[in-house]
């Protein structure tokens, strides 16, 4: 128990002084979750001292200085690691629970007793909704709460304004492809609804030969879902914007996947498959090389694409559809 204050007042009444003030704690909370995501890109300055502000700068430090590695916990709540207490701190509980969700690892987010009886639920329900593995450890929509990341995103839907099922153009196959890994596409309103629903990966080869372009988006896709596909048709991908095949074969190695050529074929041998921490992808000034690899960032936790602005020629709003889509864009 704190201690009480007793005031009076005995100094002269014309109040003459000067009382400097800190960051707002509702802002700097904010700030310095912006500050965790943009790993370091962002800094925070004249921070807050207000307890709120202090316990979640505290938890916020001591996550990046782990780095976040606490997976494979037997038994979660005897491990101090993965114990997140925040106390009677509301914002940094409501923060931490879609922080955490996204971080590698276990947590146990408690607080107070207090905080125990102040109902979370709204919030956990929304973000299990998207893909969150969060539940509750003792009353139902009340913290504590035990968190399993990383965040898996999913959607109902992604809708396509503007488009029909009508094209002429070789693009349009793609519909078509995509069905073969479960992407449904609904032609409807306007546009064209995307929905991805659960299926086996079945077919093996893949002739291109009327829609080359979409190779390396193909390619990609099959080569980051381990599936050993068989590629023809693709006999103009050496004189597009750059030698597309080499181009493939370079970038999929640094995923330990092979893109073997062989009499007019092109087979995935993607038996040393593996997605490292954090990957850098050559564009060869190549619009599609840049968008067909940077998907990679839903198995990588770090994918930085060179010559970010070779989108331009066929897409110049690519970087900030990504980002409406809930991946994180930063220009380096």
Known sequence: MSKNVLLSF?????????????????????????????????????????????????????????????GNISNLKSQISNLVDIGPAGTAMRFLTAFLAIQDGKFFLTGTERMKQRPIGILVEALKSIGGNISYEENEGFPPLQILGPFKQTSKNVF??????????????????MANFGITSQFKNGGVYLKKEPKQIERKIFDLKECPDLAQTI??????????????????????????????????????????????????????LHFPEKI??????????????????????????????????????FWDDLEKAGLSVVST
């Open 10 to 70: 005995t100094g002269n009444k014309q109040i003459d002084t000067e009382i400097k003030l800190t960051g707002s704690k509702s802002e700097c909370n904010r700030a310095l979750v912006i500050s965790a995501l943009s790993k370091g890109w962002v800094s925070v300055e004249n921070l807050s001292v207000a307890a709120d502000t202090v316990t979640l700068n505290k938890v916020l430090n001591e996550l990046g200085e782990k780095n976040l590695e606490f």
């Open 160 to 177: 396509l304004p503007g488009l029909n099922g009508y094209s002429l153009q070789g693009d349009s196959k793609i519909t078509e492809i």
């Open 219 to 272: 390619v990609v896709i099959c080569a980051a879902l381990g599936h050993d596909a068989t590629f023809t048709g693709l006999e103009t991908l050496k004189i597009k914007e750059t030698n597309r095949v080499l181009a493939l074969q370079t970038e999929l190695a640094k995923i330990g996947v092979k893109f073997i050529e062989k009499n007019l074929s092109y087979k995935l041998d993607c038996a040393g």
């Open 280 to 317: 850098k992808i050559s564009t060869y000034e190549d619009h599609r090389m840049a968008m067909a690899f940077a998907p990679l960032a839903l198995k990588i936790k770090e994918v930085e694409i060179e010559e970010k602005q070779v989108v331009e020629k066929s897409y110049p709003y």
